[in-house]
């Protein structure tokens, strides 16, 4: 697993380094054989020090945790148990859909970045047409999994996204989920099958 620990405002010592990797390899051994690669950034505030770990599983699974404390271990250590929880809630689902059966086959999307502007003296088609033409900063392939509804939901939840495009298994077409402000699901269907 290729490690990467990131401080921000922040040095963080090679000791600590070395702890980091041995939790973060010793934690996600417990749930999966080869992890990708796994990310942890820490960032000091005001009020303490954040601890954000991102944990790319497989192509199609990322899991991402967040603590928080007034001292930069403590923080860490909430954050892997935040990961913990997760993995520990989602064992069972994580491992049916590793036996999926082959006919599972993954859709190939674009992904557009796009830079914001202040655009309160613009009409909302005029915003609409110069964020698709000017400020488009990155294009790049994505691939769409093919999932149930109750797996989006999952991967929507591992991976604290905002939102989740997929292809439902069940019914063959292009779908999105989002998660509200009061924590509500929403799933939309397009009726379009791929």
Same mark, same amino acid.
């Given at each position: 697993?290729?490690?990467?620990?990131?401080?921000?405002?922040?040095?963080?010592?090679?000791?600590?380094?070395?702890?980091?990797?041995?939790?973060?390899?010793?934690?996600?051994?417990?749930?999966?054989?080869?992890?990708?690669?796994?990310?942890?950034?820490?960032?000091?505030?005001?009020?303490?020090?954040?601890?954000?770990?991102?944990?790319?599983?497989?192509?199609?699974?990322?899991?991402?945790?967040?603590?928080?404390?007034?001292?930069?271990?403590?923080?860490?250590?909430?954050? $892997?148990?935040?990961? =913990?929880?997760?993995?520990?809630?989602?064992?069972?689902? @994580?491992?049916? /859909?590793? *036996?999926?059966?082959?006919?599972?086959?993954?859709?190939?999307?674009?992904?557009?970045?796009?830079?914001?502007?202040?655009?309160?003296?613009?009409?909302?088609?005029?915003?609409?047409?110069?964020?698709?033409?000017?400020?488009?900063?990155?294009?790049?392939?994505?691939? $769409?999994?093919?999932? =149930?509804?109750?797996?989006?939901?999952?991967?929507?939840? @591992?991976?604290? /996204?905002? *939102?989740?495009?997929?292809?439902?298994?069940?019914?063959?077409?292009?779908?999105?989920?989002?998660?509200?402000?009061?924590?509500?699901?929403?799933?939309?269907?397009?009726?379009?099958?791929?």
């Amino acid at each position: 697993m290729q490690t990467s620990i990131f401080g921000k405002k922040i040095e963080i010592p090679d000791w600590f380094r070395q702890k980091i990797e041995e939790i973060l390899e010793k934690t996600t051994q417990k749930y999966f054989d080869n992890v990708i690669s796994a990310a942890v950034t820490f960032n000091k505030n005001p009020s303490g020090y954040t601890c954000q770990i991102h944990v790319h599983v497989s192509q199609d699974l990322s899991i991402r945790s967040e603590g928080s404390s007034s001292e930069v271990q403590n923080a860490f250590e909430d954050a $892997i148990n935040h990961m =913990t929880k997760r993995l520990r809630r989602y064992k069972g689902r @994580l491992l049916r /859909r590793r *036996v999926r059966p082959a006919d599972h086959r993954l859709i190939e999307g674009r992904q557009y970045i796009i830079q914001p502007e202040d655009q309160n003296e613009l009409s909302q088609q005029e915003q609409v047409e110069r964020a698709i033409s000017e400020r488009i900063i990155a294009e790049k392939a994505t691939e $769409i999994d093919t999932l =149930t509804v109750y797996e989006a939901i999952m991967h929507l939840d @591992l991976s604290e /996204r905002p *939102v989740l495009m997929f292809k439902n298994s069940d019914n063959q077409r292009v779908s999105v989920i989002y998660k509200q402000q009061d924590g509500k699901i929403v799933w939309l269907d397009s009726g379009i099958n791929s």
